[in-house]
């Protein structure tokens, strides 16, 4: 199975999983799986669909909140949100690398409140850096 890294108790990023892996990802505790990579981005990956009919018949749930070169939009984040707010246990996020997962779910939380020190510390425990991603994170987390 591919390398998982756990951001905290309720979310582990990771980079692409295959549909094989779904069983042991069951087996681990997950009760839902999202897909923050978009299908057709590298040759060979696993279609979301494929995914998606593994992650069910293994009884997890499926998202899907795809992340392109343009970025992050707010209905991403507050799907992101949605989708860690109803899950019944830890939720994987995966992408091509999990940068896209860990950095998405620091925006969600730092919108629904978390403290953008507090995202960052989070994320580089896990090994990632969202120094780049400061200013939004600010911006998230300041009242309108």
């Known amino acids: ?5 756990t951001i905290d108790a309720t979310l582990s990023v990771a980079p692409q ?10 087996a681990s505790g997950f009760t839902a799986i ?3 990579r978009p299908d057709g981005e590298d040759f060979g990956q696993p279609t979301g669909d494929e995914v998606a009919a593994a992650a069910h018949a293994a009884g997890l749930s499926y998202t899907a909140i795809p ?10 984040i507050d799907a992101m949100a949605a989708v860690l707010a109803v899950a019944k246990g830890p939720v994987l996020a995966y992408c091509r690398s999990g940068t896209r997962s860990c950095n ?4 969600a939380a730092v919108k629904a409140g978390a403290h953008p020190d507090a995202a960052m510390a989070k ?3 896990a090994g990632y850096d969202l120094t780049g991603l400061r200013p939004l994170l600010d911006a998230l987390s300041s009242p309108a």
């Open 1 to 5: 199975m591919t390398i998982l890294r």
């Open 17 to 26: 999983i295959d549909p094989d892996d779904m069983a042991e990802i069951a």
């Open 34 to 36: 999202v897909n923050n």
């Open 67 to 76: 992340i392109t070169h343009t970025g992050f939009s707010h209905p991403q």
């Open 104 to 107: 998405l779910w620091a925006l």
């Open 123 to 125: 994320a580089a425990a």
